[in-house]
């Protein structure tokens, strides 16, 4: 069984800085991708970064430069560094591995969410 633990969501005024942390947990033998989402009220659920085993990065356009995003493959916690937030940053954002292989069975992988941590920025 694979759990992922978010944390460091909360209310912070524009221009302010939070860090997301998401640990997965569990028979883990890799993880591919490392991830964060988020969906605004009203909006779809969008990628704002990603990670992979590597350490390649791919970011939003509307976050390049302000988020950073970076794992710790030894814990199998991935972070997400937010830099002079906006109000339109806020939402919910939720944790994504993706390609996770399990000590039981290695052959196979699968992808998980987290259960989201609330952001709001406010002006």
């Known amino acids: 069984q694979v759990q992922l633990v978010e944390s460091g969501g909360g209310l912070v005024q524009a221009g302010g800085s939070l860090r997301l942390s998401c640990a997965a947990s569990?028979?883990?033998?890799?993880?591919?991708?490392m991830g964060w989402y988020r969906q605004a009220p009203g909006k779809q659920r969008e990628l704002v970064a990603l990670?992979?085993?590597?350490?390649?990065?791919n970011y939003a356009d509307s976050v390049k430069g302000r988020f950073t995003i970076s794992r710790d493959n030894a814990e199998n916690t991935v972070f997400l560094q937010m830099n002079s937030l906006k109000v339109e940053d806020t939402a919910v954002y939720y944790c994504?591995?993706?390609?996770?292989?399990?000590?039981?069975?290695?052959?196979?992988?699968?992808?998980?969410w987290g259960k989201g941590t609330l952001v709001t920025v406010s002006s």
């Open positions: 569990g028979r883990i033998y890799s993880i591919n991708t």
């Open positions: 994504r591995v993706g390609g996770l292989r399990t000590t039981t069975h290695p052959a196979y992988s699968t992808d998980y």
């Open positions: 990670i992979v085993s590597t350490g390649n990065t």
